[in-house]
T-cell receptor
Framework: AQSVTQLDSQVPVFEEAPVELRCNYS??????LFWYVQYPNQGLQLLLK??????LVKGINGFEAEFNKSQTSFHLRKPSVHISDTAEYFC???????????????FGKGTLLTVNP | DGGITQSPKYLFRKEGQNVTLSCEQN?????MYWYRQDPGQGLRLIYY???????QKGDIAEGYSVSREKKESFPLTVTSAQKNPTAFYLC???????????FGPGTRLTVL
């Protein structure tokens, strides 16, 4: 089974600074990768996804992520953050379940991004 | 608008009582999922269902039960056997041929 490691549980940054949220996963076999964002007391919203093709993936709200197969990483970046980016961010990897007929998502434990003025 | 609804948003129950959380989707998705979220723990899969009248246990199914009598509905019952039921519960769905999951707004369950 897959495992997902988000290396930082909390990342504080100042407004307009760049940020990188790190994510590593356990397997080098073909996987699909996702970043989700969660605002307080809400569900998860998809930021971006990697299914195939270009390793640099662009998402909503100015975020992007780079898939690195050799390092089994999928780090999330934004060149200039806003106060409104304060939220929890989850990295997830999709794999087929044991029956092989459906996909399951395995999530990291999350990174709380706090943007300070 | 298409989406996933969960009700209620907040739920309080006494210890020892069973409680059922509602999840409805109008996205015409085949697969539905229930996750539990605790602070610092990420999301953990409780149960999932690929088609009507079929479901599979996830990683933490003990103390929970589900049913899938209709494609659009996937209710979760938290039974008295669940030792620590206070948590935020999230429902999700996806089309079987496309593995992006869409999430509902969640239900926060507090057992007193």
């Amino acid at each position: 089974a897959q495992s997902v490691t988000q290396l930082d549980s909390q990342v504080p940054v100042f407004e307009e600074a760049p940020v990188e949220l790190r994510c590593n996963y356990s397997s080098s076999v073909s996987v699909y990768l996702f970043w989700y964002v969660q605002y307080p007391n809400q569900g998860l919203q998809l930021l971006l996804k990697y299914l195939s093709g270009s390793t640099l993936v662009k998402g909503i709200n100015g975020f992007e992520a780079e898939f690195n197969k050799s390092q089994t990483s999928f780090h999330l970046r934004k060149p200039s953050v806003h106060i409104s980016d304060t939220a929890e961010y989850f990295c997830a990897v999709s794999e087929r379940d044991s029956g092989g007929s459906n996909y399951k998502l395995t999530f990291g434990k999350g990174t709380l991004l706090t943007v300070n003025p | 608008d298409g989406g996933i609804t969960q009700s209620p948003k907040y739920l309080f129950r006494k210890e020892g009582q069973n409680v059922t959380l509602s999840c409805e989707q109008n996205l015409n998705h085949d697969a539905m999922y229930w996750y539990r979220q605790d602070p610092g723990q990420g999301l953990r899969l409780i149960y999932y269902s690929q088609i009507v009248n079929d479901f599979q246990k996830g990683d933490i199914a003990e103390g929970y039960s589900v049913s899938r009598e209709k494609k659009e509905s996937f209710p979760l019952t938290v039974t008295s056997a669940q030792k620590n039921p206070t948590a935020f519960y999230l429902c999700a769905s996806n089309d079987r041929d496309y593995n992006e999951q869409f999430f509902g707004p969640g239900t926060r369950l507090t057992v007193l």
